[in-house]
Nanobody, 113 residues
């Protein structure tokens, strides 16, 4: 059973930073494409960033240059460093193993103006 547990969300002022973590069960981080998604109230869930087993990254245009995805294979953890946060970044952020049905439970990020 694969488990993904997000943490690190919270309330931050615009311009601030947060780092989200996604701890996984088993050695899946290094062998799979891992991603972060988010869902704002009343909106569909959307892609934020992904990282392959080879370390290649991809970002949504709305976060490029502000967010950085990384992983620590030894800790089976994926991170999302979020800088220069804006109110539009307010959402529940989810970790996912791309290409599977494995999702975390989400962590709330709220950016105040």
């Amino acid at each position: 059973q694969v488990q993904l547990v997000e943490s690190g969300g919270g309330l931050v002022q615009a311009g601030g930073s947060l780092r989200l973590s996604c701890a996984t069960s088993g050695s899946i981080v290094g062998a799979n494409v891992m991603g972060w998604y988010r869902q704002a109230p009343g909106k569909q869930r959307e892609f934020v960033a992904s990282i392959t087993s080879g370390g290649s990254t991809n970002y949504a245009s709305s976060v490029k240059g502000r967010f950085t995805i990384s992983r620590d294979n030894a800790k089976n953890t994926v991170y999302l460093q979020m800088n220069s946060l804006i109110p539009e970044d307010t959402a529940v952020y989810y970790c996912r193993v791309l290409g599977t049905y494995y999702w975390g439970q989400g962590t709330q990020v709220t950016v105040s103006s």
